[in-house]
T-cell receptor, first 117, second 117 residues
């Protein structure tokens, strides 16, 4: 159990377009979902924390108008990269905390590779 | 603010041998969790082991064990009988517990481990 999926697994888009990435908890209800960004051979950088039905909390330095997060249900959160530019090319990973089990374990999705041309 | 430091960017070990990955952290909290995550070439984050700070006993999961030194704020990972499948990037991570727990993980920089045949 505790499987998290992401869609798409990779995406290539043109500069100036918007891209939506979905994160789903497949077999559990997620209290909280987290979005990370990872550059090659570097650590995960937390971008934002989202709770179902409320606004996301963004980390310092992350543009909330550029990285739109919607946590519509207890099993789905979406990250939309608006007006993408080549510098937004990265690996985006989501994770979810399972409802009822406290917040001491996160389950990670497989990640989405975004390439902006 | 909490910080996590992994001072070994890269390490290598011969198959079947033992290797220890270092991690130190800084916090003023008394209650927290510490984690080791593995990220193989597939880039899927996998939980290796978890330690609760209030527990003095070191956590163990099969070939993986930790040396948790709370006073020294050190949390090293020992991998025994290394296998080729252990080749991955390893991240040490910190999470507050109790009332201050937002579920947020703070990651170290990562250590790339290469297991050689």
């Amino acid at each position: 159990g505790a499987v998290v999926s992401q869609h798409p697994s990779w995406v290539i888009c043109k500069s100036g377009t918007s891209v939506k990435i979905e994160c789903r908890s497949l077999d559990f209800q997620a209290t909280t979902m987290f979005w990370y960004r990872q550059f090659p051979k570097q650590s995960l950088m937390l971008m934002a924390t989202s709770n179902e039905g409320s606004k996301a909390t963004y980390e310092q330095g992350v543009e909330k108008d550029k990285f739109l997060i919607n946590h519509a249900s207890l099993t789905l959160s979406t990250l939309t990269v608006t007006s993408a530019h080549p510098e937004d090319s990265s690996f985006y990973i989501c994770s979810a905390s399972r409802r009822g089990s406290g917040r001491n374990e996160q389950f990670f999705g497989p990640g989405t590779r975004l390439t902006v041309l | 603010a909490q910080t996590v430091t992994q001072s070994q960017p890269e390490m290598s070990v011969q198959e079947a041998e033992t290797v220890t990955l270092s991690c130190t952290y800084d916090t003023s909290e008394n209650n927290y969790y510490l984690f080791w995550y593995k990220q193989p070439p597939s880039r899927q984050m996998i939980l290796v082991i978890r330690q609760e700070a209030y527990k003095q006993q070191n956590a163990t999961e099969n070939r993986f064990s930790v040396n948790f030194q709370k006073a020294a704020k050190s949390f090293s990972l020992k991998i025994s009988d290394s296998q080729l499948g252990d080749t991955a990037m390893y991240f040490c991570a910190f999470m507050k517990s109790g009332s201050g727990n937002t579920g947020k993980l703070i990651f170290g920089q990562g250590t790339t481990l290469q297991v050689k045949p």
